[in-house]
């Protein structure tokens, strides 16, 4: 890991044409990627939200516009690069959006905002002590497995090309360590915000049974929607405008 690095943790999914619109925003997004990918791979859900809208995405070592450097961190790197990067900004409220590791890192996150956390929407992942598959493999390269070849994620050219999937498996492997890190203690972690949870009925790594058991993770509502897919059913075509709605509703405050 490249604890040195000064590289910044959160970058703007706004794109070229919002620019300037971080200074009418009122109201924040942060974006929490899944194991081995950048903030990118979900852009299709937020690029639609509203002008005022700021978006800002997690960049882990390894990924993105990180390509070059060492996969891997801590969680208090994580928590800390928020309380560097975000925090220093102009205060909005705040909504928190993870999908799988992210949304670990989401509720994580929430929690250090505390009053500024307006909403969290986690998706793909188990609530409190849950069993999480990738955590329970015999090694970490039986859990790389698992999310190569059975999350449903995976494009087939990426295990045709040495490098890549060098360079693939070696993120998954230190995201593995961070999501068993923040998973640690997860059962205590309480947001007083409302709480939407997303998950795919045939999804093979977070069974969708025990979803509503996110609601001990909040001290308001808790909504669980369901949908029918995969580990990706987020990003599945016929599902990405409801997801994005629901973002939406999230993002829906008090000015």
Do not use: K
Request: with cysteine.
């Amino acid at each position: 890991m490249n604890s040195l690095s000064t590289a910044s943790w959160w970058t703007s999914l706004r794109g070229r044409a919002a620019t300037g619109v971080a200074d009418a925003a009122r109201v924040r997004l942060l974006v929490f990627p899944h194991s081995g990918a950048g903030p990118n791979t979900l852009l299709p859900l937020v690029e639609g939200l509203p002008a005022y809208v700021e978006v800002l995405g997690l960049s882990l070592p390894g990924r993105e516009r990180r390509f070059g450097e060492t996969p891997g961190c801590r969680l208090d790197q994580v928590l800390d690069s928020v309380s560097d990067e975000v925090l220093v900004r102009d205060p909005l409220p705040t909504v928190v959006f993870g999908h799988s590791l992210g949304a670990l890192l989401a509720t994580r996150v929430g929690g250090l905002l505390g009053p500024q956390c307006r909403a969290a929407v986690v998706s793909g992942q188990m609530p409190g002590r849950s069993r999480r598959p990738a955590h329970a493999t015999t090694t970490d390269e039986d859990a790389v497995r698992l999310l190569l070849l059975e999350s449903g994620g995976t494009p087939a050219w990426l295990l045709q090309d040495p490098v890549m999937l060098e360079h693939i498996t070696c993120a998954l492997r230190a995201d593995i360590a961070l999501s068993r890190e923040a998973a640690v203690g997860f059962e205590d972690v309480r947001l007083d915000a409302p709480l939407y949870v997303l998950g795919g009925t045939s999804d093979p790594l977070v069974p969708h049974e025990p979803l509503d058991g996110w609601a001990s993770h909040t001290t308001g509502e808790c909504r669980v929607r369901r949908f029918d897919g995969d580990h990706f059913f987020l990003l599945a075509q016929e599902h990405r405008f409801e997801v994005a709605d629901i973002l939406r509703q999230a993002l829906v405050v008090e000015f």
